[in-house]
């Protein structure tokens, strides 16, 4: 009798290489009951399912993952997941939809939230406060792909349902550009998976990485709202997977959400001085 190994996640790009779908399931699936509340385990999970011709299991996963992400505030990592869904199915449009309502349910009972808090704060005399907070507190990452998925959750369900149709899924290899400094700017990016960097020159024309932006971010928008050329290089680090949005759709979205534009544009400032800063410590490292 022939026994067969059993399969380790330590092997599973080696399965797949081979195309042992098999195995690869097996080892991933043995690691996700290990492990799971991570997420990206569920997503390898989907994807081998979806390589193995298993669709149905492949998107019931992803639409379990993108409820999830919805329901803890993390838009744009559940629009990454949708549109991932809608790579391996294209009739699954359903799912963009019900994510749709999913995001406008979960605003308006934030509203509805924010209103109470505002009534009882008033009523005892406190000032509240501006920004509403989100639904499960977390730091750096977390709050920054949160805020990012803000601009999301400006829109109402149809719009986000128009705007999911319309952009364009782009993929990067390691090392590609995404955006040049200095060339004109006629979309923005969400990026739905993988990282990149942005760069810049220094005073000495030395590059100068200015930030390394990482699922949920979002970047080419100060091109959009200044009408100037890209303030910076984007660079691919790795494999990357962005949405890409033209600035007639971001316009079109502006136009009739206030919210979008403001989010954009504080975005900007807060780049802006973020790149002040960096060059000024770069001055500051070549002097000392
Ligand atoms: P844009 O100028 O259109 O193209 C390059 C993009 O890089 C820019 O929009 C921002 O989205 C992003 N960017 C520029 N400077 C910074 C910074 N200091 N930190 C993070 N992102 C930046």
Redesign the pocket.
Known sequence: MILRRRATIERLDQYLAEKDYTSALQAITAEVKRKPENFNLLLRQAEILGMAGNRTQAVAVYRDLARFFARQGFYARALAVISKLERLDPDQQEATRELADMITAQQESERRSQERLRQATASAGIEHPKEPAPAVQTAGQSERERSASRLFAEFPAEALEELLASTSVRSFGGGDTV?REGEP?ESMFLLVEGAVE?VTSDASGEPLV??V?STGDF??????VTGRP???T?RSQGTSVTLEITRQQVEAMAARHPGVRETLERFCRE?AH??VE?MVNRMRGLRA
């Not at 970047?219 to 959009?224: D, I, K, M, T």
């Open positions: 955006c700017g942005v200015l930030a932006l970047f080419g928008e100060v091109a959009l890209r303030t910076a984007v780049r973020a790149t960096a």
